[in-house]
């Protein structure tokens, strides 16, 4: 109690309570501060509220405050430092992004400005970042006509949320600082910021590969082009290259059937034999098309196997008598005599392996071994081998031997001739045939070949390969029910003659309409179908019968055509016929494939007309109007009687197409030339008229090719070579036919 104590206690003891009430609590605090700034890992500040006034506690409490506020403030710091570090790191990235990409980014917001720009779109656009950057994109890079769709679009998106661009990669056109246009490839994506939004557009420069696009295109319609052009170009030598050598081989054939000496007649035959073969080989250089898409169709018939071999050999032996050499044939006792395939690939095999052995043999020996292997059921393998002492072939160019064009090398070019084709056409022909070939060879010690096909065995019954010793002529039995469909009057005429010389029962129809409904009323034994017809044509015709619903549907249908050309004999077997002539019609061939078609037997031809001995005045010929060759067969085939009513009746014919020729000429009728022509030019080879079936064809190809200019540039002058062709031909009636 202060009343008790005197003046002097009083002093002392209110000095001890302020000291302790306040100084040395406030000492204290002051000194926590003082450590507080150097060191904020002190703990609270403690006091005893019994022995501390108020006032000391709230301002010890606000020292703890200030305490915690510190320790927040440093983490907030912290936590910042954190975010700014992330913050450049991220944007250090992104600028490595956007410098090294090869695509052109433009940033903008949801007004269209554009808010980043990288320097590959500076490269593309021409833009310098300061020019574009808070400015419209729609002004500087989307061209004028375009503008508005890019707004529409970008209002449309902000109220429906709905954008077909984005997320998808479109090809677009965008405007280049200079004013041009340019292509571009462009992805769209959105960026959803928290009080905003932004779009990004990757864009990429397409002109190059544009170009290259149009170049590939440009390339591949030059290409068809081309290929257009070969392919005319090859139609067209076809036929001109197959009408002389057709005329080779009919002239040895008349020749053979006149008196000859025994060694005149083995020369015939050789020469005869050869013009085939090269017919053959011709048909197969000028359809190459066919042969590089691996189209070549083989035939599946009954052959004499063994006489193949002998009779290739022998076409060959001119060519070995001419150098000091001896061949060998050996043919194993086990091969099978007969066999079913295709006789004419297997010799052009044969001849391109025998040829190249005598042509790279100067002396020595050439072996030929022939061998079934594999022999099980009705399969067997045809196994040859064709072995030389010539001058070898090396190892490196053995591996290329095969592939087409090629020759062993340029040294063997120079010396020996050839177009390298032939041992390429080998390999595709035994491939065809389910078989492989090889060789193996040594420089100067000499070449083996060695080829392997599959074949079966055959019967000699079924056989169809004549021997060509053989005096017999397979005809069919008399009064045999033939129907011809054939829009030509001479043609008709032409073909009934020789029909009915041969004492067969003919009917004749001018269209495959007019041939659906013989076939569907009257029974036949088979029919003769010209290709090209009015009002229905022959393939069209063959289809429908094929609908029949009887057993008529199944008659053999034989096409006519003028045709020979590339995949001609696929379109005709895939509408339903069974085989086809070409015209001018032989009687020998149509006889044969009547006889082979009905079943008929063989029967003796004495030769009738084999000796027919026609007038012939070369000067009348004049570089083949009127070709003698057709007229000696068109007499042989039907009758020196009948022959001055055949050509007259052809030539009236001839000028009614011609009345129609004129007429398409003048309306510039492509479609009624093409028909006309092709009817006068094949009417015009049946009866002679050479070169006038020439003229006719060529203008024909034009129509086919859809060149109806160069077409009707030919058709006037077919009009005089017309002319001077019938004046001629009936100058040659006037003589008359012995």
Same mark, same amino acid.
């Given at each position: 109690?202060?009343?008790?104590? =005197?003046?002097?206690q009083?002093?002392?003891?209110?000095?001890?309570?302020?000291y302790?009430?306040?100084?040395?609590?406030?000492?204290?605090?002051i000194?926590?501060l003082?450590?507080?700034?150097?060191d904020k890992?002190?703990p609270?500040l403690?006091?005893?509220?019994s022995?501390?006034?108020?006032e000391?506690?709230?301002?010890?409490?606000?020292?703890?405050?200030?305490?915690?506020?510190?320790?927040?403030?440093?983490?907030?710091?912290a936590?910042?430092?954190?975010t700014?570090k992330?913050?450049?790191?991220s944007? %250090?990235?992104n600028? !490595?992004?956007l #410098?090294?990409?090869?695509?052109?980014?433009?940033?903008i917001?949801?007004?269209g400005r554009?808010?980043? $720009?990288?320097e590959?779109?500076?490269q593309t656009f021409?833009?310098?970042?300061d020019?574009?950057v808070g400015?419209?994109?729609v002004?500087?890079?989307?061209?004028d006509?375009?503008?508005?769709?890019?707004i529409?679009?970008m209002?449309? $998106?902000?109220?429906?949320?709905e954008?077909?661009?984005?997320?998808?990669?479109?090809?677009?056109t %965008?405007?280049?600082?200079d004013?041009h246009n340019?292509?571009? =490839?462009?992805?769209?994506?959105k960026?959803?910021?928290?009080?905003?939004l932004m779009?990004?557009?990757?864009i990429?420069?397409?002109? +190059?590969?544009?170009?290259?696009?149009?170049?590939l295109q440009?390339a591949r319609?030059?290409?068809?082009s081309?290929?257009?052009?070969k392919?005319g170009?090859?139609?067209?030598? #076809?036929?001109? /290259?197959?009408t002389?050598?057709?005329a080779?081989?009919?002239i040895?054939?008349?020749?053979r059937?006149?008196p000859?000496?025994? *060694?005149?007649?083995?020369?015939?035959?050789?020469g005869?034999?050869?013009?085939?073969?090269?017919?053959?080989?011709?048909?197969?250089i000028l359809?190459f098309?066919?042969?590089?898409a691996d189209?070549v169709?083989?035939e599946?018939i009954?052959?004499?196997?063994? $006489?193949?071999?002998?009779?290739t050999l022998?076409i060959? @032996?001119?060519?070995?008598?001419?150098?000091?050499l001896?061949?060998?044939l050996?043919?194993d006792?086990?091969?099978?005599h007969?066999?079913?395939g295709?006789?004419d690939?297997?010799?052009?095999i044969?001849i391109?392996?025998?040829n190249?052995?005598i042509?790279f043999t100067?002396?020595?020996?050439?072996?030929i071994? +022939?061998?079934?292997?594999?022999?099980?059921?009705e399969l067997?393998?045809?196994?040859?081998?064709i072995?030389?002492?010539?001058?070898?072939? #090396?190892?490196?160019?053995?591996?290329?031997?095969?592939?087409?064009?090629?020759m062993a090398?340029?040294t063997? #070019?120079?010396?020996?001739?050839g177009?390298?084709?032939?041992l390429a056409?080998c390999?595709?022909l035994?491939?065809l045939?389910?078989?492989?070939?090889n060789?193996?060879s040594?420089?100067d010690?000499g070449?083996?070949?060695?080829?392997?096909?599959?074949l079966?065995?055959?019967a000699? *019954?079924?056989?169809?390969?004549? @021997?060509?010793?053989?005096?017999?002529?397979?005809v069919?039995?008399?009064n045999?029910?033939?129907?011809?469909?054939?829009?030509n009057? !001479?043609?008709?005429?032409?073909?009934?003659s020789?029909?009915?010389?041969?004492?067969?029962?003919?009917? /004749?129809?001018a =269209?495959?309409l007019?041939?659906l409904?013989?076939?569907?009323?009257r029974? $036949?034994?088979?029919?003769?179908?010209?290709v090209s017809m009015?009002?229905?044509?022959?393939?069209?015709?063959?289809?429908?019968?094929?609908?029949?619903?009887?057993?008529?549907?199944k008659?053999?249908i034989?096409?006519?055509?003028? @045709?020979?050309?590339s995949?001609?004999?696929?379109?005709f077997?895939a509408a339903?016929?069974? =085989?086809?002539?070409?015209?001018?019609?032989q009687?020998?061939?149509?006889?044969n494939?009547?006889?082979?078609?009905?079943?008929?037997?063989?029967a003796s031809?004495n030769g009738?007309?084999?000796n027919?001995?026609?007038p012939?005045?070369?000067d *009348?010929?004049l570089?083949?109007?009127?070709?003698?060759s057709?007229?000696?067969?068109l007499?042989?085939?039907?009758?020196?009687?009948?022959?001055?009513?055949?050509l007259l009746?052809?030539?009236?014919?001839?000028k009614?197409?011609l009345d129609?020729?004129?007429?398409?000429?003048?309306?510039?009728d492509?479609k009624?030339?093409e028909? *006309?022509?092709?009817?006068?030019?094949?009417?015009a080879?049946?009866?002679?008229n050479h070169? &006038?079936?020439?003229?006719?064809?060529?203008?024909?190809h034009?129509?086919?090719?859809?060149?109806s200019?160069?077409?009707?540039?030919?058709?006037s002058?077919?009009?005089?070579? !017309?002319?001077?062709?019938?004046? &001629?031909?009936?100058?040659?009636?006037?003589q008359?036919?012995?």
């Open positions: 109690d202060l009343h008790r104590l =005197d003046r002097r009083r002093q002392m003891c209110i000095r001890d309570s302020i302790w009430l306040t100084i040395k609590p406030l000492r204290r605090i000194k926590y003082t450590k507080l700034s150097t890992t002190l609270m403690m006091h005893s509220s022995v501390t006034s108020r000391m506690l709230l301002l010890s409490h606000s020292a703890n405050d200030l305490r915690t506020l510190m320790h927040e403030q440093e983490s907030r710091e936590k910042l430092k954190n700014l992330a913050t450049h790191s944007q %250090a990235k600028k !490595a992004i #410098s090294s990409s090869l695509d052109s980014i433009i940033t917001d949801q007004d554009v808010s980043d $720009y990288n590959v779109a500076q021409g833009w310098q970042y020019e574009i400015q419209p994109i002004d500087f890079i989307i061209p006509e375009m503008r508005e769709a890019h529409q679009g209002l449309k $998106y902000i109220l429906t949320g954008g077909p661009v984005l997320g998808q990669r479109v090809e677009l %965008a405007k280049h600082k004013g340019f292509p571009i =490839d462009i992805s769209i994506s960026i959803d910021l928290a009080d905003t779009f990004t557009a990757f990429r420069d397409i002109t +190059a590969q544009k170009d290259h696009e149009f170049n440009q319609r030059d290409a068809e081309a290929n257009r052009v392919s170009f090859l139609a067209t030598m #076809s036929h001109e /290259i197959r002389p050598m057709n080779i081989v009919g040895l054939g008349l020749l059937d006149t000859l000496t025994l *060694e005149q007649r083995h020369l015939v035959k050789t005869r034999n050869s013009s085939e073969l090269l017919l053959t080989i011709i048909n197969d359809d098309s066919k042969m590089e189209k169709q083989l599946n009954c052959f004499d196997l063994h $006489y193949l071999l002998s009779d022998e060959l @032996h001119p060519l070995i008598d001419k150098k000091p001896t061949i060998e050996i043919i006792p086990t091969l099978p007969f066999a079913e295709d006789p690939r297997i010799r052009q044969l391109n392996l025998i190249n052995a042509k100067l002396q020595g020996t050439i072996t071994n +022939a061998q079934a292997t594999n022999l099980e059921d067997f393998n045809f196994e040859c081998v072995q030389d002492t010539g001058i070898g072939i #090396s190892r490196e160019n053995q591996i290329i031997l095969f592939d087409e064009f090629m090398d340029q063997h #070019s120079r010396s020996f001739e177009t390298g084709l032939g056409i390999q595709r035994t491939t045939m389910n078989g492989s070939i060789v193996d040594e420089l010690k070449s083996t070949f060695t080829f392997s096909i599959q079966k065995v055959g000699k *019954e079924d056989c169809n390969y004549q @021997h060509e010793s053989s005096k017999t002529l397979k069919p039995k008399e045999t029910r033939i129907l011809v469909a054939e829009d009057p !001479a043609n008709q005429m032409v073909i009934k020789i029909l009915e010389f041969a004492n067969q029962d003919v009917d /004749i129809v =269209d495959g007019e041939a409904e013989a076939v569907s009323s029974p $036949y034994d088979i029919v003769f179908m010209d009015p009002e229905m044509d022959g393939m069209e015709s063959t289809r429908m019968i094929r609908k029949l619903p009887t057993e008529k549907s008659i053999p034989i096409a006519l055509t003028a @045709h020979a050309l995949g001609d004999r696929e379109r077997l339903g016929m069974d =085989d086809y002539l070409t015209k001018p019609i009687r020998s061939s149509i006889l494939c009547i006889a082979h078609w009905t079943k008929s037997e063989e031809d009738r007309l084999d027919i001995v026609l012939l005045d070369e *009348e010929q570089d083949g109007f009127v070709d003698e057709i007229l000696i067969q007499v042989k085939d039907t009758s020196a009687e009948i022959m001055p009513e055949l009746s052809y030539i009236d014919d001839a009614v197409r129609n020729i004129q007429q398409a000429i003048k309306q510039h492509a009624t030339l028909f *006309e022509t092709h009817t006068l030019s094949s009417s080879i049946a009866h002679g070169k &006038l079936h020439l003229h006719a064809r060529k203008i024909e034009f129509c086919i090719e859809n060149n200019e160069q077409a009707f540039l030919l058709a002058p077919l009009l005089n070579l !017309a002319e001077t062709s019938f004046l &001629l031909l009936e100058k040659r009636v006037k008359g036919f012995k």
